[in-house]
């Protein structure tokens, strides 16, 4: 009975992983209403963690759930019904029809990209959009949301109540614009898919470092865009973005979690044909002469995924490509991976003083100090270098990462080893574009 448990526990934590985007945009479409799309899938898990046990994990969890879901909003709309308005509306999801599973998943009508380009509208604030989008699209909590803003948990409460309103007052349509309307959209579509693939590359909290199921649904609607867009060599440098750092997910981690460094990964092990396929979208996108960040950061992804070996890594090329990106896109992350970069091709002296000149910058990043603690110890400054790492340990959000941070402290008094700086991974602006991890 156990292990039956343990089963559909796990089912409904993949379900919940694979399909509460899709549940929440198909319930969006149909009732208008946000906050009961939401309440009515959190209804339908809870339902399935009922009833799995008792019937088994169905074939199709997606399509039960929207069910489940659909008829929950039916019942809540016949007990609120105060009109004939809500009556049909009611009578229209009881007679649907089910929910089968997509006949063509990169099919433009998506419900899921129509629910980003809604979210995307111009007339809501851009910190509003991409929170919006993050807790719709993948089910991230309001806690790790704030998190993310750097703003309190009811501050960011009250954000997604305003803007749910927003785009009911203002009667925002739940689609993807026509043609002459994409231009006003896209900078913030490019946005969001780069947040919710950095959710699934670098988990903002818990044990696990990674969201697999984050990362490929962020590339799966970046497909889409890039059919949308086939003109924007913006939309294809972020999936050759995405694309070439999917490639190591296999090996980011090892056999128990713990956080294996770039330098020490099994690039025999990296996806041949993602970072091909990245490779050749960012080659046609540069030929079009029109940079942009997300052009620069995929260059920057290609020149560690293209390295046959760690100390093939032309690190000075990336020093450049940083000061580069720092023209589109200036702040104390960017700087941070360029102090990395310099450290690496010029000597740690040199990282450390750029990195030193961010006193005071990047509070709650760890990586600041995870950055100077790595070239503090390559210096020689032990004692230093282990203050540096405890307080990169006190910052850090996931335990993959407090393991290996708490790994180097162990390590300190060891005969010394030449290790790259950690690499920068995650930002915590959103409100900016920022570099995904090397």
């Not at 999801?93 to 629910?115: I, M, N, T, Y």
């Not at 009667?171 to 946005?191: F, Q, S, W």
């Not at 999917?246 to 980011?252: E, V, W, Y």
């Not at 956080?259 to 046609?284: C, K, Y």
């Amino acid at each position: 009975m156990t292990g039956q448990h343990d089963a559909v526990e796990a089912a409904v934590a993949q379900a919940f992983r694979d399909e509460w985007g899709a549940v929440v945009a198909t319930l969006i479409r149909v009732t208008g209403d946000w906050d009961l799309a939401e309440e009515c899938a959190q209804d339908a898990f809870a339902l399935a963690v009922r009833v799995w046990p008792r019937d088994g994990i169905p074939r199709r969890p997606g399509a039960w759930l929207t069910t489940a879901a659909r008829n929950r909003a039916v019942d809540r709309l016949r007990r609120e019904a105060a009109g004939a308005g809500k009556l049909r509306e009611a009578a229209r999801l009881a007679v649907a029809d089910e929910p089968s599973e997509p006949a063509e998943q990169s099919g433009l009508e998506d419900d899921r990209l129509r629910l980003i380009f809604t979210c995307c509208h111009p007339s809501l604030a851009f910190e509003a959009q991409v929170a919006l989008a993050l807790r719709t699209l993948a089910g991230l909590s309001t806690a790790e949301i704030a998190r993310a803003f750097l703003v309190s948990e009811s501050t960011m409460s009250q954000r997604l109540v305003r803007v749910k309103r927003k785009i009911r007052a203002a009667g925002i349509p739940y689609r993807v614009p026509p043609a002459d309307l994409l231009p006003e959209r896209t900078a913030a579509v490019l946005g969001v898919l780069y947040l919710l693939f950095n959710e699934g590359y670098s988990a903002s909290e818990g044990d696990d470092l990674q969201r697999p199921d984050l990362a490929g649904e962020a590339i799966r609607l970046a497909r889409l865009l890039v059919r949308l867009l086939p003109d924007e060599p913006e939309a294809a440098g972020l999936l050759a973005l995405l694309l070439l750092q999917h490639a190591r997910r296999g090996t980011r981690t090892g056999p128990s979690g713990e956080l294996v460094p770039l330098e020490e990964q099994d690039r025999a092990r990296w996806d041949a044909s993602a970072i091909d396929e990245g490779t050749e979208l960012l080659d046609n996108a540069l030929r079009r002469r029109d940079p942009g960040p997300y052009q620069v950061q995929a260059a920057i992804a290609a020149c560690h995924a293209t390295a046959a070996r760690a100390e093939d890594t032309d690190w000075a090329q990336i020093a450049a490509l940083y000061a580069e990106l720092l023209r589109f896109r200036p702040g104390p992350v960017v700087e941070l991976n360029r102090a990395v970069a310099v450290g690496m091709a010029f000597g740690p002296a040199a990282g450390l003083a750029l990195a030193d000149r961010l006193a005071g910058e990047l509070p709650d990043y760890h990586l600041l100090p995870a950055t100077r603690a790595d070239f503090l110890r390559r210096l020689g400054r032990v004692e230093e270098a282990q203050v540096a790492y405890a307080e990169a340990v006190a910052l850090a959000r996931t335990g993959a990462e407090r393991s290996y941070l708490r790994r180097r402290i162990s390590e300190i008094s060891s005969p010394e080893v030449s290790v790259p700086a950690v690499p920068v991974r995650r930002e915590y602006e959103p409100a900016r574009t920022q570099e995904g991890p090397p």
